[in-house]
């Protein structure tokens, strides 16, 4: 009797120990659990975060770069052409400075073949003058008579009319002389004005010409040239991304 009753106690002991025992390893693993789903929540905006700048820094940085090649390439014709009031001020605003030599050349020889003529002109007109042979140049006081002084051309060796001829021939090449300080003047602003439309001009593939077949209505193949249609749509995609880039940027 006392033996039933003692192996009887020691198994509800030893069920009660193990009632009591069994929960732990239950309720620890939830406490593992219940951590290692917390540690991620945790974690995860700090994740999140550091995922985030790595993707804006790159757009950013894509963002000032494109901003500065913009900046770079885009000239505006109208600011080249104002600046072209100044011999070579379009050339050095469009970043040429290879061509100033040129226009300052090219107005250099003009003026100075202005002046040559210039001096031609004037010594044929003089010597003129002083044969008395003057087309309203000459001054002649009332009552007296032109009187034929000495010139620097020989009347024996240069006739009148050479002399006539030859200041007509001095006075049309001084004309023209004049007209090519003007015509340099103006085309160096008309090619500052030009360069800064080509520096914006869309050279990506949307404009190139490809040699190939080109389909026909009917269906038959042929050679030809096609130039593709949309050309300029790769300047409006880069503006359209750094307008972009700027809004999410703000």
Known sequence: MLNNYCQGGVFVLGLTWLLVLCPAPALRAQIVDSTATEQPERERPRRLGIRKMSDTIPDAEV??????????????????LLWSIIPGGGQVYNKRLWKVPLVYGGLLGAVAYADFNQTRYTRFTRALENRCLGDGNVIIPPNRECIPTPDEFPVERVSNDALLQARASADQARQAAYIGIFAVFVLQAVEAYTDAHLQEFDISDDLSIRLGPVLHSDGSLAAGLSVPLGAGRGKLRQEARVNALQRAAR
């Open 63 to 80: 963002l000032a770069d494109t901003i500065v090649a913009l900046s770079t390439i885009q000239r505006r014709p109208r600011n080249a």
